[in-house]
């Protein structure tokens, strides 16, 4: 099982078969906030730590191409072969999706204006 946070606040939740080994915190270089965790409890105390940008805070100097801030599948995206991470994003519960989708609505409509 696996479980989403945004701050403390449990977002969503959901049994996968192919569940991450590991616990994932999302951590942003700019404040230094946890701003998520993706807690699986196949290894709840173990965490890896993802470097991205909460949704506050836009990556500084080079253009980050491709970088959303405050993004839950930037983190492990990169950490997955490119057909796993398909399968990755079709396990993610609906309140995830749906947020992953305004978050990189609103990037992309302020980028484009």
Not at 19 to 39: K, M, N
Not at 55 to 70: E, K, S
Not at 73 to 102: D, H, K, Y
Request: proline share 6%; hydrophobic share 40%; net charge negative.
């Amino acid at each position: 099982m696996n479980h989403y946070f945004l701050g403390n606040q449990l977002l969503a939740s959901r049994q996968v078969a192919d569940c991450p080994s590991h616990s994932q915190a999302y951590f942003c270089p700019a404040c230094g906030e946890i701003w998520a965790r993706l807690v699986s409890e196949a290894s709840p105390a173990y965490f890896d730590s993802n470097t991205v940008y909460c949704q506050r805070h836009t990556p500084q100097g080079v253009p980050g191409w491709g970088v959303i801030p405050g993004t839950l599948c930037q983190g492990f995206i990169s950490t997955l072969s490119s057909m796993r991470w398909i399968a990755a994003i079709e396990n993610l519960p609906l309140a995830v999706l749906e947020r992953e989708f305004r978050v990189m609505y609103e990037h992309w409509k302020k980028e484009t204006e």
